[in-house]
């Protein structure tokens, strides 16, 4: 599978964990790194079974750091119910 480029070790082990039409995506779209909260993220969703509240910057990859980590789980281990709640704004950046 194809790896992100000039990312370190914490960038490739969080890359290396997603599913893998996600780090397809990832590589065909030339992201070079995951950002911080990104990595963060995934390592709280992965690791733990605690809720996630997510704050950072505009731009800062919020929603991917949510749902990169989620659609992985829920690849692997489909849902028979709702499997994840996001809750995001709705207010349009201008």
Excluded at 34 to 44: D, F, K
């Amino acid at each position: 599978m194809p790896q992100p480029i000039h990312a370190d070790n914490n960038n490739l082990y969080t890359f290396s964990r997603l599913a893998p039409f996600i780090q397809e995506y990832i590589y065909n779209h030339n992201w070079t790194e995951l950002r911080p909260v990104q990595i963060a993220a995934c390592q709280v969703i992965f690791d733990t079974d605690a809720h996630l509240l997510i704050a950072a910057a505009t731009a800062a990859g919020k929603t991917e750091a949510a749902f990169l980590p989620i659609l992985t789980l829920l690849h692997e281990n489909p849902s028979s119910t709702i499997g994840a709640l996001y809750i995001g704004p709705i207010k349009a950046l201008i």
